[in-house]
């Protein structure tokens, strides 16, 4: 698998994870009890879709799973902003520049 094609793979699952997380805390707060269990029956869809999707490939688990969490992060963010209209504060963008640079650190650095 090409690095371009393993870097996509990881942003879809951390694509999956962040929505599938979203989707339970729908659930969560949901007030009606059908409500409350189909988004969260949902979001357990979504989260095993991530599941198959992270380990479907062979790959240097330490490494990519390291700049996973950076993809995640993003996603995370993204999700947060555009869902749930939460603004990233200070903390958030000082620990995700910290969280970035260590992805790029991974990403770039000698194996």
Do not use: K
Not at 14 to 42: I, S
Not at 79 to 102: D, K, N, Q, T, V
Request: hydrophobic share 55%.
């Amino acid at each position: 698998m090409s690095p371009l094609v393993t870097y996509l793979v990881l942003a879809c699952a951390a694509l999956l994870e962040a929505g599938g997380d979203l989707l339970v805390r729908r659930g969560m707060e949901h007030p009606a009890p059908t409500g409350r269990l189909l988004w969260m029956a949902l979001g357990g869809v979504v989260l095993f879709a991530y599941g198959c999707v992270v380990n479907a490939p062979r790959w240097e688990f330490g490494r990519l799973l390291g700049i996973y969490v950076t993809l995640f992060f993003l996603a995370a963010q993204f999700i947060a902003w555009f869902a749930r209209g939460e603004r990233p504060g200070p903390s958030i963008l000082i620990g995700g520049a910290m969280i970035i640079g260590g992805g790029a650190v991974i990403l770039l650095g000698p194996r």
